[in-house]
């Protein structure tokens, strides 16, 4: 996992391989938005949402989430736990 978050930071091809890791390392990325990093940090860490290819990541992450909350909820039942 750590490979893939560090190649994440500093690579930002073949796109098929940005939309992979960002998929596998959806759980330590999200912890670190937990941990209260800002957005702009959060750019700044992760160079493919700088760029048109972001777009992708983010719309792959926001399928993500709502596959695994599909409602509002169910997000906010899974935090208290």
Same mark, same amino acid.
């Given at each position: 996992m750590k490979e893939e %978050?560090?190649?994440? $930071? &500093? &690579? %930002? =091809?073949? $796109?098929?391989?940005?939309? $992979? /890791?960002w *998929?596998?390392?959806?759980?330590? #990325?999200? #912890? %670190?938005? $937990?941990?209260? =990093?800002?957005?702009? *940090? /959060?750019f700044k860490k992760y160079i493919c949402l700088k760029l048109?290819?972001?777009?992708n990541v983010v719309s792959q992450m926001l399928h993500t989430i709502n596959t695994v909350f599909p409602r509002v909820q169910d997000a906010k039942e899974y935090k208290m736990q």
């Open positions: %978050v560090q190649w994440l $930071e &500093n &690579n %930002v =091809i073949p $796109e098929e391989t940005v939309i $992979e /890791y *998929d596998k390392t959806f759980q330590f #990325r999200q #912890r %670190v938005l $937990e941990k209260g =990093i800002s957005v702009i *940090d /959060y048109q290819l972001g777009i």
